[in-house]
């Protein structure tokens, strides 16, 4: 059984706590190109972490040698009373939890490093606007959220086992969920987060925060940033290769199979995770969910949910994932 509570962003980048990283049985080395012997994945992931430091470190922010534990009742006084009181605790990983209250009907998400007001502002405009379904939302504090909890499975543990008639149903309806989001356009054209705050980039490991941004050719060099004084020529040809024309408009940010619940019969109950909502050039909700291993057949339908390809901004996203990790 899923819970329906969406994550909080947050004040500053930090590895995605509700993404869990797997590496292959070998892999090659995180900071080096392609000619490094294959290493263990263990080894892989160690390296992996040490460059993500090492990274924060250059911005000044220093992250411990190994991810905090996660966080328990006696963090937050509000999640020790709804765990004295009979609640349970339904998710805990790394800096969140979440903790369905004993009515069964509210579930509280907290996060030890704080909530983005964009993201409950998000999830109310949305379920006020449109026919998505969403949580409603009864509190938001510096590090909790509030909602109502909805029976269900998130698609990535539903897919296989829903009926052919299921899969075409949930098809349809996230059809027309981001056909209603793309409806709404960006105020004065800016591409931000859906409070007006600065846009998100969560390519990698940890979150990147600019602008907000007044042209989507500004928006473009937040992107290839990250390869300003490595990779000159490979950046200046991908930069060539991005358009500034796209329609601006309500994105989701992370429509991946386990922010989709679903039940058999009904369809899709709720989308979660507004975290990263905001307004963004149109191709961004479609060309993010291809950073990720496909392990869902729900991925395969993804051209069949957004209203157009968006070919040339895939490649071009995906070239950007490639060399901003070398």
């Known amino acids: 059984m899923a819970s329906l509570a969406g994550t909080g962003y947050p004040p500053t980048p930090v590895i995605g706590e509700d993404q869990s990283f797997s590496a292959p049985q070998t892999a090659t080395h995180p900071d080096h190109g392609d000619n490094d012997d294959s290493i263990s ?42 765990l004295d009181a009979g609640g349970t605790v339904i998710y805990e990983k790394l800096t969140c939890c979440l903790i369905k209250h004993v009515c069964g009907t509210r579930v509280t998400k907290f996060r030890s490093l704080g909530f983005r007001r964009a993201e409950a502002e998000a999830m109310r405009f949305v379920s006020a606007h449109t026919s998505i379904p969403i949580p409603r939302v009864y509190d938001v504090g510096e590090r909790h959220l509030t909602m109502e909890f909805i029976e269900g499975e998130t698609l990535a543990t539903a897919w296989d086992k829903l009926s052919a008639e299921d899969r075409l149903l949930v098809t349809r309806q996230l059809r027309d969920y981001v056909g209603q989001l793309r409806t709404f356009k960006s105020p004065d054209g800016l591409i931000c987060s859906f409070d007006g705050g600065p846009a998100v980039d969560a390519r990698r490991l940890c979150h990147v925060e600019g602008g907000p941004f007044a042209t989507e050719a500004a928006y473009n060099d937040f992107l ?103």
């Not at 460059?51 to 020790?80: C, F, N, T, W």
């Not at 290839?224 to 500034?244: C, E, P």
């Not at 989709?260 to 979660?272: D, E, S, T």
């Open 224 to 326: 290839v940033s990250d390869l300003l004084g490595k990779h000159a020529s490979i950046r200046d040809m991908i930069r060539s290769q991005m358009r500034t024309d796209h329609e601006i408009v309500l994105s989701h940010g992370d429509l991946h199979d386990i922010n989709i619940m679903v039940r058999p019969g009904a369809g899709v109950v709720a989308i979660v995770d507004w975290e990263l909502a905001g307004y963004y050039p149109e191709y961004v909700d479609l060309v993010r969910l291809f950073r990720s291993s496909w392990l869902c057949g729900y991925y395969d339908e993804l051209l069949n949910i957004f209203p157009r390809r968006y070919d040339a901004e895939f490649v071009v996203d995906q070239t950007i994932t490639h060399w901003s990790a070398r």
């Open 41 to 82: 994945a263990s080894e892989f992931n160690r390296r992996l972490r040490r460059m993500y430091r090492e990274r924060m470190l250059a911005k000044g922010i220093r992250v411990p040698d190994s991810p905090p534990p996660p966080p328990k009742g006696s963090i937050h006084p509000l999640a020790q009373s709804l």
